[in-house]
C-alpha cells in the first residue's frame, strides 16, 4: 500500500465492521418439521422437531423439576458445575445425570467454538449473555431461548416464565400451566389455615449471615425485595430489616437495634456456623431471637417452582404452631411420591430440614419424625 495512503486502513477495517454489523440478519429457512416456542422475551423461536434437547450453563435443577426429561440435557457445564450437582439432592432422583460424561465436558470459561459444537436444540441460560454471544447467535439462526426477561414483575413471574419455557421445549406446556396452578393452590391453601386476618403482631424475622468471631468479618442482612421476601410475608412474618437503609452488608449495631422476634440463617452461612455457634456469640446474646431459642438454620434444596411453597410453610409452622398442624414431613414425603415418584427416607428428610443443626431450637420438635407420626396417629384415632 502506498505509504501516503496507510493511515486510511484502520478506517476502512471499522467501516467493514460497521457495515457487517449493519447487514440486515439472514434469512433462514425453518427445519423441515418445528414447532414454535415463544421464550420470555416475547421472541418465537421455531423448534426442531424431534427435539435435540438443550445446553445449559444454570438452574439444572429447576429445568429438571419442570420437565422431568433428563434426557434432553446435552451440556450442563464443567467440573465444577458437576461436583456441585454430585452434591445436590437431586442426584438420587435423577442420578443417571452424574454417569453422562459427556453432559460435563466444559469448562468454567467456554469459548464460543465449544458452545458451537453441541449443536443442541436450543441454548438457556445465561453464560451467552455474559459472554456478549447471545445476540450473535440469534443473528446467525442458532436458537438461545431467554427464560424470564425485564417484564417480569416479580419472583412468581420469572418462576412462571421458566416453567412455561421450558415444559414447552419438551412438548408437554400444559405441566407448566399445571405447575403454576399446584403452586398458588399451594398459597390458598395455607392462607386458609393461617387465617391471616385475624393475626394481632406478626413476628418479625431477620435473614442472615454470619462469620464466627476471630473469622473475617461478614454481616449480611436480607432487606426488602429479595427473593425470600415473598415467602415471609405469605407465611405470616414481617421482614425485620425492612425500611433499613444501606447495603446488605451490615454492623452489629444495626442488628441489635432490629432485635428480631426469629432469626434464619441463610445458606450464605457455612453450615459449622449453625445456631449454636451463633448463639454463643457474645455480639448476639442480648437479642430477644438468641434468648427465646428461635435461631433456625433455613432448609435447602427449594429452588424448584414445585417446592418453593415450602419455604413458607416451614416458616410458618415456626411462626405460628397453634395455627398450623406440625405435617411439613408428611407433605414433602408426598410430594415427592407424587412428583418423582420417590420416597424419602426418614434421613434425606432430616437433612433436608436441618434437623441435628436445629433440634435444641424453640418449637423445633414438631419436626422431628417421631413427633409428626405420633400427632398423625393421634389425629386418626
Not at 486502513?9 to 433462514?28: D, E, H, N, S
Not at 436480607?222 to 437503609?245: E, M, T
Request: aromatic fraction near 10%; charge should be negative.
Amino acid at each position: 500500500m502506498n505509504k501516503n495512503l496507510s493511515w486510511l486502513a484502520p478506517f476502512v477495517c471499522i467501516g467493514l465492521i460497521v457495515a457487517a454489523l449493519l447487514r440486515p440478519a439472514p434469512v433462514l429457512s425453518p427445519p423441515a418439521q418445528s414447532r414454535i416456542v415463544v421464550d420470555a422475551s416475547g421472541t418465537p423461536v421455531h423448534i426442531e422437531v424431534p427435539f435435540r434437547g438443550v445446553v445449559l450453563r444454570a438452574e439444572l435443577d429447576r429445568y429438571l423439576r419442570n420437565t422431568h426429561a433428563p434426557d434432553t440435557i446435552q451440556n450442563a457445564g464443567g467440573p465444577e458445575e458437576r461436583a456441585k450437582w454430585a452434591k445436590d439432592f437431586m442426584r438420587a432422583i435423577f442420578p443417571e445425570i452424574l454417569k453422562r460424561n459427556s453432559i460435563w465436558d466444559g469448562t468454567h470459561h467456554d469459548e464460543l467454538e465449544r458452545f458451537l459444537a453441541y449443536d443442541p436444540g436450543v441454548f438457556l441460560g445465561g453464560q451467552l449473555s455474559a459472554l456478549g454471544a447471545d445476540t450473535l447467535f440469534r443473528r446467525i439462526g442458532l436458537p438461545v431461548l431467554y427464560t424470564s426477561s425485564e417484564t417480569d414483575k416479580d419472583w412468581d413471574d420469572m418462576c412462571f416464565s421458566a416453567a412455561r419455557l421450558e415444559t414447552a421445549l419438551v412438548g408437554n406446556p400444559e405441566r407448566g400451566e399445571a405447575l403454576i396452578a399446584s403452586y398458588k393452590q399451594a398459597f390458598v391453601d395455607l392462607e386458609q389455615e393461617l387465617r391471616p386476618e385475624t393475626f394481632g403482631v406478626e413476628p418479625r424475622v431477620l435473614m442472615m449471615a454470619s462469620s464466627a468471631p476471630g473469622q473475617r468479618e461478614f454481616l449480611g442482612a436480607l432487606r426488602d425485595g429479595n427473593l425470600y421476601d415473598l415467602y415471609v410475608y405469605r407465611a405470616g412474618l414481617k421482614n425485620a430489616a425492612s425500611g433499613w437503609a444501606g447495603v446488605q452488608l451490615v454492623d452489629v449495631e444495626r442488628i441489635l437495634a432490629m432485635d428480631p422476634d426469629m432469626i434464619f440463617l441463610t445458606a450464605g452461612m457455612p453450615i459449622d456456623q449453625g445456631p449454636k455457634e451463633f448463639m454463643i456469640d457474645p455480639r448476639w446474646r442480648g437479642l430477644k431471637a438468641v434468648q427465646e431459642k428461635r435461631v433456625y438454620l433455613m432448609v435447602g434444596w427449594l429452588d424448584g417452582l414445585d417446592l418453593q411453597q415450602f419455604w413458607t410453610r416451614w416458616m410458618a409452622e415456626l411462626a405460628h404452631p397453634d395455627r398450623l398442624q406440625p405435617k411439613f414431613r408428611e407433605m414433602l414425603s408426598d410430594h415427592f411420591v407424587k412428583e418423582f415418584g420417590y420416597r424419602l427416607s426418614d434421613e434425606q428428610i432430616d437433612q433436608f430440614l436441618h434437623i441435628n443443626e436445629n433440634k435444641d431450637q424453640s418449637g423445633y420438635a414438631r419436626f422431628r419424625r417421631s413427633q409428626q407420626a405420633d400427632d398423625g396417629r393421634s389425629s386418626s384415632q
